[in-house]
């Protein structure tokens, strides 16, 4: 730099205020010539403001962020440059991803890039709808058969599905394993009628008109039985080589290793059932009156927050029965001005919703002629169901009025343990009478323990099959029809075989 111009820059660099500065670089450029305009303009030209925030920041907290992306989004921003794709495809990001949406059970060890891959693609096609492959199983009905074929009766889990063959007159359990297609029948000695089915990682149960609960595990062949008090139960669940029934005031518990049922009196009100997988043991949810009066039978079926808590409760075996080991008391979870109403007599309830496989939640509906008594609201929920965390925490789940609980409904994170992708159709009446696929993830509320399920996408079901109901694990979703099985399975690599007139079908949704 030239004498002659250190002491210039030295009292410009001495100017501490904007305003200065300003002047003079504006007093400056007003004396420049064209010539010195235009080196002036060449010098900022290959200045860049941009700054790549995501190449700056530690990969823990591109992580965080990448939770709050959508699967399909993470994608598209691996495009944008090499160093976007290099951070977000590390092992770290994805894996941060990935047990969020899916879950942390489905992450092996020794996972790839391919692998991680793999896994947000098919959950892409989860989330839209889209089996990669598609088959059908018939019903295969005799040609003298009458009336008309329910299917309704499903059970699904981890690949493995059963139902009761209506075409045998319901004395027959058909169950398959899907990625294999290996099958096999289970009926009873004397082919009694089964109601319900169930299945677990390692049973299938189910239960006939004469009351008794039949159980086999898969994997042994073996084959055991237990009474049950009544058909009238509420909340029925297979889990691990456990299964529990609970009526509105006991619980009936049955152990498959030991052989073992055991049932214990509670008191009413039941709303919530929960299974522990490995061990003798179980926790409820119940609804209490606070003054303590728990003899007046629940007639009403309303929850009043003023008269009324929940009282959480766990079991476990000692001295061979069930003893309380622990509880714990909760405000109801919803507005001092609102009632919510449950339905308490079996017979007439809307089936419990099954938030994952060891739990079951009676659904509670807001009274609507108390809103209309106090206010209207648009985004009042018609329908919640709980849940119960590691720390006994009661967790409210509340549901959207679009979802149809006349017809049930399939949460395709069984498997994964993921957050919950729900699947469940309904008719729309504003065109047609096309029974359309609603897909729903559960979003939590932040600083809360409360989640909603938040509507992704509606697809119109093809054709004009009759598909009400949907059943799902993760890797497949099933709808029963009249004349066949559908089966859609996410993963491209799946050759379905083994099942009787299996073959490959063709299902697209129209979105």
């Known amino acids: 730099m030239d004498p002659p111009t250190q002491p210039i820059i030295a009292g410009f660099m001495a100017l501490r205020d904007s305003s200065s500065r300003r002047a003079v670089i504006n007093g400056i450029l007003d004396n420049l010539s064209p010539h010195e305009i235009r080196e002036v303009k060449s010098r900022f030209e290959t200045i860049t403001f941009h700054y790549d925030l995501l190449d700056k920041l530690p990969i823990e907290l591109v992580a965080m962020l990448a939770k709050y992306l959508d699967l399909v989004d993470l994608v598209l921003l691996r495009k944008v440059s090499k160093r976007w794709c290099e951070v977000l495809s590390s092992t770290t990001v994805l894996t941060t991803a990935i047990r969020y949406y899916i879950g942390k059970s ?76 290996q099958n096999r029948t289970l009926t009873t000695a004397n082919r009694e009628e089964f109601t319900h089915v169930q299945v677990s990682d390692s049973l299938v149960s189910a239960i006939s008109i004469r009351g008794y609960c039949h159980v086999w595990n898969i994997s042994k062949e073996q084959y055991k039985s237990f009474r049950i008090p009544s058909l009238q139960f509420v909340h029925y669940i297979s889990i691990g080589s456990k299964i529990a029934l609970s009526y509105a005031d006991s619980v009936v518990h049955f152990c498959f290793d030991s052989g073992v049922a055991r049932s214990v009196k509670i008191g009413p009100f039941i709303l919530f059932l929960s299974v522990h997988a490995k061990e003798d043991g179980f926790s409820v949810v119940c609804a209490r009156r606070k003054n303590g009066d728990d003899v007046q039978p629940w007639e009403d079926g309303y929850l009043y927050w003023d008269k009324h808590h929940l ?117 729309d009446y504003s065109f047609s009478t096309k029974m359309k696929l609603r897909i729903s993830r559960v979003s939590h509320v932040p600083d809360t323990k409360v989640c909603r399920l938040e509507s992704l996408r509606t697809v119109t079901f093809p054709g004009d099959r009759s598909c009400r109901s949907v059943w799902g694990d993760g890797d497949f979703v099933l709808s029963p029809s009249e004349d066949k099985i559908w089966i859609g399975c996410f993963d491209e690599a799946w050759l379905p075989s083994g099942v009787p007139n299996m073959r490959i079908s063709t299902w697209r949704f129209d979105g």
């Open 106 to 181: 489905v992450i092996k060890p020794d996972c790839t890039l391919a692998d991680f891959d793999t896994l947000i693609k098919k959950r892409i096609q989860v989330e839209r709808g889209i089996p990669a492959v598609v088959a059908t199983i018939p019903n295969d009905l005799p040609p003298d058969f009458e009336g008309e074929l329910n299917r309704d009766n499903i059970s699904c889990f981890n690949g493995v599905c059963a139902w009761i063959e209506e075409s045998r007159d319901r004395t027959t359990i058909f169950m398959v394993h899907l990625p294999t297609g």
């Open 311 to 427: 009282q959480t409760q766990r079991f476990s075996v000692h001295d061979n029965r069930f003893i309380c080991i622990g509880e714990q008391y909760r405000e109801l979870p919803f507005r001092h001005d609102e009632s919510w109403r449950f339905q308490c007599k079996p017979e007439n309830a809307t089936p419990p919703y099954r938030g994952c496989p060891s739990q079951s939640s009676t659904l509670l509906k807001l009274r609507m002629d108390r809103v209309c008594a106090f206010r209207y609201r648009a985004d009042d929920p018609h329908p919640q169901h709980l849940s119960l965390e590691a720390d006994d925490l009661i967790t409210v789940y509340f549901h959207s009025t679009e979802l149809d609980f006349r017809y049930p409904h399939a949460n395709l994170d069984y498997s994964a343990r993921g957050p919950g992708l729900i699947f469940s159709y309904y008719e």
